[in-house]
């Protein structure tokens, strides 16, 4: 078996991009058998710890008047983490979800084949076409971070990688 890249995106997100999902499409060859997406960001937590305090009683105000903030007496929201949440998903070419994975680590590793897949992703065919992945920024809470996302092909060793 032999691999190929497919895609790459090196990017920087900033906090204006919160709450948005970017789609990216990934042409696959005829002949792919497995997909494998490597996603990581940068950096993953707010370390500036007055920002992060600011954040918290933002949605302190927001999440919880008063009088349900009263649960919160007491409670060292200084040491409660704020962290940046990017996640990725992705469709086939008709269109069909095909998963995601909304999880909290900031490098991830998933496969895709037709007999398995990652947590969070359906086993599906690898058919030739545009196939479309989403970043979405649920939360960039430093001035900024940095994202990268790699997908690869693999192909059976008979298969012209050039």
């Not at 918290?56 to 999440?63: P, Q, S």
């Amino acid at each position: 078996m032999m691999d190929r890249t497919l895609f790459q995106l090196q990017q920087t997100f900033i906090g204006e991009e919160t709450n948005h999902t970017f789609f990216y499409e990934v042409e696959i060859p005829a002949g792919c058998e497995r997909l494998v997406i490597d996603f990581g960001y940068t950096p993953k937590r707010l370390e500036d710890k007055a920002l992060a305090a600011e954040i918290i009683a933002a949605g302190v105000r927001k999440y919880m008047p008063a009088p349900y903030d009263q649960e919160l007496v007491g409670y060292r929201l200084e040491e409660v983490p704020v962290v940046n949440l990017l996640t990725v998903s992705l469709d086939d070419p008709a269109g069909t979800y095909v998963g995601c994975a909304h999880r909290h680590a900031h490098t991830q590793h998933h496969e895709i084949t037709a007999a398995s897949a990652s947590p969070g992703f359906s086993a599906v065919e690898i058919r030739p076409g545009c196939w479309r992945i989403g970043l979405q920024c649920h939360a960039v809470v430093t001035p900024s971070v940095q994202v990268n996302l790699c997908v690869k092909g693999v192909f059976p060793d008979e298969v012209d990688s050039n």
